[in-house]
Structures are given as C-alpha cells and as structure tokens.
C-alpha cells in the first residue's frame, strides 16, 4: 500500500490550506486515517485522525480549525485547514490503518505547510 499526499504550500497566517492523501494498493479494509505533523526540533504528533465509522478525533490545537473527511470510494483522506496560524507550520504526514496482505500501518510521504506572520 503506497500513501500520497497532496496540498501543501506556503500560506499568510489567517489562510487556508486543504491536503489530501490517498491510498493505492491491496486495501481489505480502512480501519482508520489520520493526519500528523512534525515541525523542527519536535516530535511528530497527531492532528486529526477519522476511524472507521466516520468518528473524527483533533489535536486541541487545531479544534475548531481543521476538519477530516474521507472518500471511502476513493480511499483518501482530506484535511480542511482553516484559520492557520504560524505554528502550525510543520511537514504533514498521512497515515493509514488498513487490512491488507503486507501489514496493517502506513505512512505518506510528507507534505510541507508554511504559515507565514
């Protein structure tokens, strides 16, 4: 299963940005997706992450802010970033949980969003 994301950029704080990721492969099931980020000199931790069912979980951070959907069909996931503020410059990752033939946890590549002041 290969992750590729897409939608990073450069923005003005206040911007918005929309990435998208999606998966290709053997996919059995989508048990969930999720969105991290890692900005320089930090651990990479979780923005958003929506699990199968359609139930969405955010960093406090960005709640309120962002919003995670996913195309079942089209096995990708998108986050709505809205309102952005500096801090949330970072390279964004996309994850997948999936039931396929080689394993069950996938990683995207890295897209990298800068909110400028």
């Known amino acids: 299963v290969q992750l590729q994301a897409f939608g990073g950029g450069l923005v003005q704080a206040g911007g918005f940005l929309r990435l998208s990721c999606t998966a290709s492969g053997v996919i059995f099931k989508v048990n969930g997706m999720a969105w991290y980020r890692q900005a320089p000199g930090k651990k990479r931790e979780l923005v958003a992450r929506?699990?199968?069912?359609?139930?969405?979980n955010y960093a406090d951070s960005v709640k309120g802010r962002f919003v995670i959907s996913r195309d079942g069909a089209k096995n990708t996931v998108y986050l709505q970033m809205n309102s952005l503020r500096p801090e949330d410059t970072a390279v964004y990752f996309c994850?997948?949980?999936?039931?396929?033939?080689?394993?069950?946890?996938?990683w995207g590549q890295g897209t990298q969003v800068t909110v400028s002041s």
């Open positions: 994850y997948g949980d999936f039931n396929s033939p080689l394993g069950n946890h996938y």
């Open positions: 929506i699990i199968s069912g359609g139930v969405t």
